[in-house]
């Protein structure tokens, strides 16, 4: 069912402009509105689904092959040496919009993204009696 007010929801009824990238009966790529990198590309599913936890297997699943395939193209097409995939759950991870959707982000070497220096310099430095801790509560 959508949502009267979301932006996503909004885009898929045709009541928002986007630039698409891909659509089927049960997708929908876009460029981002506000790009990290030239490209910034972002995967739906139609139905709302506000996140991980939400969303059926089988769709998180094709938005896993398609962002594969987007991912490709970006190297191809737009000279893309890497692509991030991320996601966020939860507004502590980051997700500023409740519709799932993955980022497929094109890097180039260089870039001025800059994860890489964000992430190393943040890094935890647990012992391994602290790493079993967690993975003790973590595991399946
Ligand atoms: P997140 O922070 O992971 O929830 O990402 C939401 C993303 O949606 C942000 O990167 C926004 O720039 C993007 N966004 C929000 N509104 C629009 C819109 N109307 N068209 C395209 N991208 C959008
Ligand atoms: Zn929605």
Request: with cysteine; charged share 25%; hydrophobic share 40%.
């Amino acid at each position: 069912m959508a949502k009267e007010d979301c932006i996503f929801c909004q885009i898929v009824a045709g009541r928002a402009e986007v630039s698409k990238v891909f659509e089927n009966q049960e997708l929908l790529a876009f460029l981002d509105i506000n790009p990290l990198s030239a490209g910034h590309t972002l995967i739906i599913p139609k139905e709302h689904y506000e996140n991980i936890l939400d969303i059926p297997d089988d769709i998180i699943s094709d938005i896993s092959v398609l962002a594969k395939t987007i991912g490709r193209r970006m190297i191809e097409s737009l000279g893309a040496d890497g692509i991030n995939v991320m996601h966020a759950t939860g507004r502590a991870a980051g997700q500023s919009v409740f519709h799932y959707h993955v980022h497929v982000l094109p890097r180039k070497r260089g870039d001025r993204v800059g994860f890489e220096e964000w992430w190393f310099s943040r890094t935890l430095h647990p012992t391994r009696d602290e790493l079993d801790e967690v993975s003790n509560r973590i595991r399946l």
